[in-house]
């Protein structure tokens, strides 16, 4: 349903010829009022701001070929949404991959966490919790993101890199299922200053119910440019891990997390070896999925989400594309960590 769209980015030796551009930008989406939070439980509504929610975006040019991730602080987005945005932008439609972290100290963004009837009937909304202005307002500066990474596109040079990163991650339903490949792409202008460093870790963001900030900030202390987390295969269930438990909610324990969270990235992305002129080659399918949860189609027939079905399918996307040695592949929703070792 999500099209939160988990990235897995995969690593073999190669090069190619073309010139390689690369551009960043990021736009702060947090929302003006307050609204009710997405994930965990029904009903909590925003009290205040500890951290601002942004969109952070890459844009990459290989040949004739302009790409872009963007990745926004959210729980995740509709295809609805995400083809909005992507209407607000001068390229293809599969030049463009839309990604949510799965904040979930974020607004409801589905629809599925508004007003419960009671604390006693409280697993099914009775109103959703979509702030529609908000979401307008969200549209508007993922947009706006897309379109200035595009225009600050520049001569780059491209770095990847990955590594296994053994307690960062558990998975409380399948312990032996367990994704712990943490990837890294930085892209580096001329002049040897980082433009981005994008990360791909599979794990629900659940300190606090999740925040990017801590890491975010240690990393563009330590390299520059704008960092941007993807998440990856995250589903049944992984989460955090400190010393293979569930880290404490808190925001000392968010913090501590967060820095060991941006030191695996730091340290892999230093480990990273330069590609040269790397290709760029795409792929989209567009789906139509059965929709066989109950509650996302209770939540459909009463209006609580904006997808709408004649025939209980909703539409939905795989992305493949290959950047250079780097494979990345999208899918919806909340992939088993299983997914990855495909």
Not at 255 to 273: C, M, N, P, Q, S
Request: aromatic content about 8%; proline content about 5%; hydrophobic content about 40%.
């Amino acid at each position: 349903m999500r099209i939160r769209l988990s990235l897995a980015l995969a690593v073999e030796a190669g090069s190619s010829a073309n010139d390689f551009y690369a551009g960043s930008h990021k736009v702060d989406i947090t929302p003006l009022r307050s609204v009710y939070m997405g994930g965990q439980s029904l009903d909590r509504k925003s009290q205040g701001v500890h951290d601002p929610l942004s969109c952070r975006a890459l844009a990459m040019k290989s040949g004739d070929t302009t790409v872009v991730i963007a990745s926004l602080d959210v729980l995740g987005l509709s295809f609805i949404d995400v083809e909005a945005v992507r209407s607000g932008v001068p390229l293809p439609k599969e030049n463009i991959l839309i990604t949510a972290t799965h904040n979930h100290s974020g607004p409801d963004t589905i629809g599925l966490y508004g007003k419960s009837l009671s604390k006693r009937f409280s697993d099914f909304p009775v109103a959703s919790g979509r702030d529609e202005r908000y979401m307008a307002y969200l549209r508007f500066g993922a947009i706006n993101c897309v379109n200035g990474a595009i225009q600050n596109l520049q001569p780059a040079e491209l770095y990847l890199s990955q590594s296994n990163q053994w307690d960062l991650s558990r998975n409380s339903r399948v312990p032996d299922s367990l994704d712990q490949t943490m990837a890294v792409l930085r892209a580096v202008n001329k002049e040897g200053k980082t433009i981005a460093v994008l990360f791909n870790f599979g794990a629900h963001a659940e300190v606090l119910k999740g925040k990017k900030d801590p890491v975010y900030r240690e990393v563009e202390r330590e390299f520059g440019g704008t960092a941007i987390f993807v998440n990856g295969a995250l589903g049944a269930m992984v989460g955090p891990a400190e010393n293979g438990k569930k880290p404490e909610s808190n925001w000392e324990s968010m913090e501590k997390y967060g820095k060991r969270f941006a030191e695996a990235v730091i340290l892999t992305a230093r480990d990273g070896w330069r590609v040269e002129n790397p290709d760029i080659a795409i792929k989209r399918e567009v789906l139509k999925i059965p929709l066989q949860n109950f509650r996302f189609r209770l939540a459909m027939a009463f209006g609580l989400i904006p997808e709408r079905s004649a025939d209980g399918r909703i539409t939905s996307e795989i992305n493949f594309w290959r950047l250079g040695p780097a494979w990345i592949v999208t899918v919806p929703g909340e992939p088993y960590p299983a997914f990855a070792e495909l």
